[in-house]
């Protein structure tokens, strides 16, 4: 009934006559210069402010649907130049009806590429740091997006938005879309500034930083967890919170293939080298849990290069009643078995331990039955 609407007046009268009418199919086949023309004459027959919320929700509604973002993003940008020449209000309408409709105009929008449409973004809520990150919580929290790419200009918002107040950031992103950007940060590096880098890891290290902070970071990584970032937690002086990190990483190591495993050996290497050498906490004061799931994330990513660490903190006199000590020594002198069936020199090392007189007796038996395996495994060869 309503396919030949041939322009905007005739639209408009239609829609004053009956407000329940369906415009849809009267709309499909129109061109750009139809929904220009139903502005020109919602301004000349001066619209009640009711009725242009009315119309700019039909039309924007009829977009989104039809997937026509680039002809929405065209519109914005021509409402907002005739309202300014004209002083009307007709863009206040049309901003209502994309803001009501913005979670899933951002959706559909990511395959696109406009600088109309990221325009019509940053007028929306460009301004409004907390209503940008409140938009992307709720996207994410419907449908998480972590393997999609993401236009340029947005990361770039992120990161400006971020960087102003990590705290506040944290604090009013939801925890799937904080995840993504904990995962996708290290991925980003030609746009992410070391010095944006080094303010994650203040926070994160620093012993005043609340807990609802760690926390939720903790969540994030739950979700999705980003290697970097959970190298960073293993190095908090916060012993529940680093055994959850340590939980999550040894999760994400074990359900890693070894090419994933080689790529980050180099990264948690210099981790793994702050923990054993005590940079942030004392590593003979944590939990004998702790301790063991360090020794085999070390094993797990081939991090051969800590041996010479690994004997530091074995090769040097203990008081014997030094239990949590001596408890240090032997988990990480398994480690460095497991390193020496590949590496006679390693072994060697091992052997003139044995000949030491303050290595504790304890220690000395289980580095003797190691060296007595790894003979004979290597006699099998």
Excluded at 127 to 139: F, G, P, Q
Aim: glycine content about 2%; charged content about 25%.
């Amino acid at each position: 009934m309503h396919q030949n609407i041939e322009n905007g007046r005739e639209f408009i009268e239609l829609f004053l006559s009956d407000r329940k009418i369906a415009f849809d199919k009267a709309l499909t086949s129109k061109r750009l210069s139809f929904f220009e023309d139903i502005v020109i004459n919602s301004f000349e027959k001066k619209l009640s402010e009711e009725s242009l919320d009315e119309i700019f929700a039909i039309l924007v509604a009829f977009f989104i649907e039809k997937q026509r973002l680039y002809d929405i993003a065209s519109l914005y940008m021509y409402v907002k130049s005739y309202s300014l020449r004209n002083d009307w209000k007709g863009i206040t309408s049309i901003q209502k009806a994309l803001t009501e409709k913005i979670n899933k105009l951002f959706v559909v929008s990511l395959t696109y590429r406009s600088r109309e449409i990221d325009f019509m973004f940053l007028d929306l809520v460009g301004n409004d740091i907390k209503a940008l990150i409140k938009m992307l919580s709720a996207v994410f929290a419907v449908t998480p997006m972590f393997n999609t790419p993401f236009p340029e200009h947005l990361w770039i918002k992120f990161v400006e938005i971020a960087d102003q107040d990590i705290k506040n950031f944290v604090e009013e992103s939801g925890t799937y879309f904080l995840a993504f950007y904990l995962y996708k940060m290290p991925k980003m590096v030609y746009l992410i500034s070391e010095e944006h880098v080094e303010k994650w890891a203040r926070l994160i290290l620093n012993p005043t930083t609340q807990d609802i902070h760690i926390h939720k970071i903790l969540e994030a990584m739950e979700i999705k967890p980003s290697p970097e970032i959970l190298f960073m937690l293993m190095l908090i002086n916060r012993e529940k919170e680093r055994g959850d990190a340590l939980n999550i990483l040894w999760s994400y190591t074990t359900l890693s293939n070894n090419i994933v495993r080689r790529e980050y050996s180099d990264k948690i290497t210099l981790f793994l080298k702050k923990i054993l050498d005590s940079s942030f906490y004392d590593i003979d004061k944590i939990s004998q849990t702790q301790k063991k799931m360090i020794a085999n994330i070390i094993r797990a990513y081939g991090c051969s290069s800590l041996i010479p660490d690994l004997f530091a903190i074995i090769d040097k006199p203990v008081n014997l009643n030094a239990s949590k000590k001596i408890e240090t020594i032997k988990i990480f002198s398994l480690v460095i078995s497991s390193f020496a069936a590949s590496d006679a020199s390693i072994l060697q090392k091992l052997k003139e331990l044995l000949n030491k007189d303050y290595i504790a007796e304890s220690v000395k038996k289980l580095i003797s039955g190691q060296i007595i395996s790894i003979s004979k495994e290597l006699k099998k060869q």
